[in-house]
C-alpha cells in the first residue's frame, strides 16, 4: 500500500514498532495491538495536515507513528479497508457525517400521514418495494383512518390487467376515489400508457376531483417511467431490519383476542410467539450470506400469516397435532420456498428449535445465553414490553452460530458497498505525469500472457498412464485428466485471444470491440472478465487473485500429465471435481468387480496439512528420482485416494482430539488436513458424524442440476463430530474448495 499511495510511506515499518490506529467520531480502528514487547518510546507528534509540510511523505527511515493525526479523512477510510475491513461500514457512516451532517445518516420518517400531506390530486405517491415489504396493510389502515377504506380501488398488475387499472384510474379521477395500483414492474408494456395517463392528470388539474389519489408500487425496473418518477413521492419500504423490530412488527399486526383467547391459555401463546421468533430469525438469517443460507429466499409476513392460521385451524379442539403442524409449517408453509436441500435440512433444523413440544417447557430458552426465550404471560401487551427490552444488535449465538458470523456479514456488506460505488465511478482516463488507463491495461495485459503457458500439451504426457488394462480399459483417472487439459487448453485459447486482441485495439490496430471493452473495464477494477469467466470454472477471486489461481492450476495439471498422478490431489485444482471422485469410484468397481453404484467414499483424516502452493514451488526445484519431503509424509494408501486443498467454513479441525471444534475468534477458513477417499460398498457412515457438503466456491449456490442439487455442490463428506449435527447445520458448516481471496 506504501508503494501505490505516497501517504503511507514507513506504514510497514511502524507496525511493529508502535501503536498504528486511525479514529473516527468515538470509533477506533487499529492496525495493530496498543501495546507489544517490540514497541518502543512513542514518537513525537507531527505538524497539523494544514500546515503545509510534506516531509512527512518522505522515507527518511524513522519510527513517526501518529496516522490519525497524519492521515486525512479518507485516506483513514482506506487505512480501515486495509486492516479492519469488516468495519468499513462504520467507518464511511463517521466519514459522511463528518463531511455532510448527522441528517445524511439517518432516515427520514416514512409514515403515511406525512408522505399523504406531500401529495396533490394530479401528484402520484410511489412505493418503491424492497425484498420483503409489503406496503398495502399500512396504507389500508390509514384509508381506513382518513375514512376512504371503501373507497379504495385496488389492482394487482400482471398481463392483461393494464386496460383495467386505465378504467380504474379515468374512473377514479372524477369520483375522487382512490386508486392502488400494485406491482407495477409486472407490466412492463402498460407503462407507456401509465405515462400518458399521469401526464394527463398534470395537464388538466380543472377536471381531477379534489379527492382523488394515485398509489402506485413498483419494484426497481427499468421500464417504469422517469416522468411519473420525477412527478410523484417516492418512498422506499423497506422490511424492518433486526430480531426485535421483526418481532415488534408481528406483535403489532396480531390482535389481542386471537393471542389470548384460545383454550390452550399459556402453551397457544408460546406457540404463537414461538412461530413469529422463527418467522424473525429465518429472515434475519439471510445477513449472513452463505453461512444463514445457500440461497437468499423471499419469506414475507404472508408466511407467517399463513402458519399462524393453520396453528389456529388444527388446534380449536385443545389438542397440538405435533407432527402434521411440524410438517405443514417445515416442508409446505416455509419449506415450499426452499428449494436447495441443503438449506431444507437447515430449516427443518431450525424449526425444531422454536416450534416443538420441547419449546413449551417452562425453562425452555431460545438461546445459550437465555436472553431470548417464550415468556409466560397472560397478555399482548406484556409480550410487546417483553420484546421492547431485547438487544437492539443480535448476536450470532441466537441463531447457532459462531461469533465470526458477524465478520462474515460485516465483510459482505464491505463488498456491497464499494462494488455499488465502483458500479457509479464514471470510467476516467488518466492525467498529468500518472499512467492513463490504457497503459495500465496493456500492461497487465502483457503481466498476465507472461505469467500463462501456451497450452497444456497431451504429446508430452507418460504414456504408460494410458496403457489399457487387460479388458482394454483405460484407467478412469487418465480420462479424467485428458478432459481437464481439453478444459484448460480451451480457456487458455479464450484468455490468450483476447488478451493479443485488446493489445492491439489498444495500439490502434484493430476495432475496440464491446467484448473487448468488457475486458478493459473488468481490468480496471480487478474483475475476471465475463468472457473468461464463461469459459473457466467456478471462482469469486478477483482478477489478481484468479490469474495465481491459474498458473497454479495449470502447473498442477502439467504436473500429473508429465510426471504421473500425484501422491495427494489438489481437488481444488479441477474444472470438475465430481467427474474425478467418480474416476476413483470406477477405478475401484473395476479393480474388485463392485457395481459402481453401490459404491460411496469413506472418509478418513490424516495428521498432515499440505499446500499446493508450496508443493508446486518444492516441484520447481525437484532433481530428477528425488522424492518431494511433503509426499514422504504421507502413506500410499492401498485403496482410494488422498486429496488435499480443502476449506472449513464455520468450523475447525481440531487435531489433538481428531474432531470438528468451533472456529477460532477471527479465523474465518482454516485447511482442512489432507484426507483419505476409500471406496466401500454400500458404506453407512457413523449417525455421530456431520455430513458436511463440500462446495466449489463459497457463494454455494448454484444452478439446480439434474442430479437434484446445485451446480456448486460436489459431494457430502462425514466428519467425526463430539457434538450432534444440529449444531452444525445451524452453525453453516460447510467444506469448500477455494476461498474469495
Excluded at 420456498?337 to 425453562?363: G, M, N, S
Excluded at 490431489?569 to 468397481?589: E, R
Excluded at 480443502?646 to 477460532?664: E, I, K, P, Q, Y
Aim: net charge negative; hydrophobic share 40%.
Amino acid at each position: 500500500m506504501e508503494f501505490v499511495l505516497k501517504c503511507f510511506t514507513g506504514l510497514t515499518r511502524d507496525l511493529t514498532a508502535t501503536p498504528c490506529w486511525v479514529q473516527f467520531g468515538e470509533e477506533k480502528f487499529h492496525a495493530n495491538p496498543d501495546e507489544s514487547q517490540t514497541y518502543g518510546p512513542l514518537p513525537p507528534e507531527p505538524p497539523p495536515l494544514d500546515s503545509g509540510h510534506k516531509e512527512e511523505m518522505l522515507d527518511d527511515g524513522k519510527i513517526k507513528g501518529h496516522w490519525d493525526k497524519r492521515l486525512t479523512p479518507f485516506q483513514k477510510l482506506i487505512f480501515v479497508k486495509t486492516f479492519e475491513e469488516e468495519k468499513v461500514t462504520v467507518a464511511v457512516t463517521q466519514f459522511v457525517k463528518l463531511n455532510l451532517g448527522q441528517s445524511f445518516i439517518e432516515s427520514p420518517p416514512t409514515d403515511l400521514p406525512t408522505l399523504y400531506a406531500d401529495m396533490l390530486n394530479i401528484t402520484p405517491l410511489v412505493f418503491v418495494l424492497s425484498t420483503g415489504s409489503d406496503p398495502m396493510g399500512a396504507f389500508q389502515r390509514f384509508a381506513r383512518e382518513k375514512g376512504f377504506h371503501e373507497r379504495i380501488q385496488s389492482i394487482s398488475l400482471g398481463q392483461g390487467q393494464g386496460p383495467v387499472a386505465e378504467k380504474m384510474i379515468l374512473s377514479a379521477y372524477t369520483t375522487g376515489d382512490w386508486v392502488f395500483l400494485q406491482n407495477c414492474h409486472l407490466a412492463a408494456s402498460w407503462m407507456i400508457s401509465l405515462q400518458e395517463l399521469v401526464k394527463e392528470l398534470g395537464e388538466k388539474p380543472q377536471d381531477v376531483h379534489g379527492d382523488f389519489r394515485l398509489f402506485m408500487s413498483s419494484m426497481p425496473a427499468k421500464a417504469f417511467p422517469v416522468s411519473v418518477l420525477q412527478n410523484s413521492v417516492k418512498v422506499t419500504n423497506e422490511p424492518p431490519k433486526g430480531l426485535r423490530s421483526n418481532l415488534k412488527r408481528a406483535l403489532t399486526e396480531i390482535t389481542a383476542s386471537f393471542f389470548e383467547e384460545h383454550i390452550l391459555g399459556l402453551d397457544w401463546r408460546r406457540i404463537v410467539f414461538g412461530i413469529c421468533f422463527f418467522h424473525a430469525i429465518i429472515l434475519e438469517r439471510k445477513k449472513f450470506g452463505p453461512l444463514g443460507w445457500n440461497i437468499k429466499y423471499e419469506f414475507n409476513d404472508s408466511d407467517r400469516e399463513c402458519a399462524l392460521l393453520n396453528l389456529n385451524m388444527f388446534c380449536k379442539s385443545g389438542d397440538i397435532p405435533w407432527p402434521t403442524l411440524i410438517y405443514i409449517t417445515g416442508e409446505i408453509t416455509y419449506g415450499g420456498r426452499v428449494t436447495d436441500q441443503w438449506d431444507q435440512r437447515c430449516l427443518r433444523t431450525i424449526l425444531t428449535y422454536f416450534f416443538h413440544p420441547k419449546t413449551l417447557a417452562e425453562d425452555y430458552k431460545y438461546s445459550s445465553s437465555g436472553t431470548y426465550y417464550a415468556p409466560t404471560y397472560d397478555k399482548l401487551s406484556e409480550f410487546r414490553e417483553y420484546v421492547d427490552q431485547l438487544p437492539m444488535l443480535d448476536q450470532p449465538e441466537v441463531f447457532g452460530l459462531n461469533d465470526n458470523a458477524n465478520i462474515a456479514f460485516q465483510v459482505q456488506e464491505t463488498g456491497n458497498l464499494i462494488a455499488t460505488i465502483l458500479d457509479m465511478q464514471p470510467r476516467l482516463t488518466g492525467g498529468g505525469a500518472g499512467k492513463s488507463n490504457d497503459d495500465i491495461v496493456y500492461e497487465l495485459a502483457s503481466d498476465i500472457l507472461g505469467q500463462l503457458m501456451d497450452k497444456l500439451d497431451i504429446e508430452e504426457a507418460k504414456q504408460d498412464m494410458f496403457e489399457p488394462d487387460t479388458k482394454g480399459r483405460i484407467n478412469s483417472l487418465a480420462t479424467v485428466l485428458l478432459q481437464e487439459v481439453d478444459r484448460f487448453n480451451k480457456l487458455l485459447r479464450v484468455i490468450k485471444t483476447s488478451l493479443k486482441q485488446l493489445q492491439k485495439a489498444l495500439k490502434g490496430f484493430v476495432v475496440m470491440s464491446e467484448e473487448l471493452e468488457a475486458v478493459y473495464n473488468a481490468f480496471l477494477y480487478n474483475l475476471v472478465p465475463k468472457l473468461w469467466a464463461g469459459a473457466a470454472y467456478p471462482s469469486m477471486k478477483p482478477l489478481s487473485s484468479w490469474v495465481k489461481d491459474l498458473v497454479l492450476r495449470c502447473k498442477f495439471v502439467y504436473s500429473w500429465l508429465k510426471s504421473g498422478p500425484p501422491k495427494s490431489f489438489w481437488i481444488s485444482g479441477f474444472f470438475f471435481p465430481q467427474g474425478f471422485l467418480t474416476g476413483a469410484l470406477q477405478n475401484h468397481a473395476r479393480k474388485y468387480g463392485h457395481p459402481v453404484d453401490h459404491l460411496s467414499f469413506k472418509y478418513n483424516i490424516l495428521p498432515a496439512y499440505r499446500d499446493q502452493a508450496e508443493v508446486t514451488e518444492a516441484m520447481a526445484k525437484q532433481q530428477f528420482g528425488e522424492e518431494l519431503e511433503q509426499d514422504r509424509r504421507l502413506y500410499t494408501p492401498t485403496d482410494g485416494i488422498l486429496v488435499h486443498g480443502l476449506f472449513m467454513d464455520g468450523f475447525r479441525w481440531d487435531d489433538s482430539r481428531h474432531t470438528l471444534t468451533d472456529a477460532l475468534p477471527g479465523h474465518m477458513n482454516s485447511s482442512l488436513p489432507v484426507l483419505h477417499m476409500e471406496p466401500v460398498m454400500d458404506y453407512e457412515a457413523d449417525e455421530t458424524d456431520y455430513q458436511a457438503p463440500l462446495y466449489k466456491t463459497a457463494a454455494r449456490a448454484g444452478v439446480l442440476s439434474t442430479t437434484g442439487h446445485s451446480t456448486n455442490f460436489v459431494v457430502t463428506v462425514n466428519l467425526p463430530s463430539s457434538v450432534s449435527q444440529d449444531y452444525w447445520i445451524c452453525n453453516g458448516a460447510a467444506l469448500l474448495c477455494q476461498l474469495s481471496d
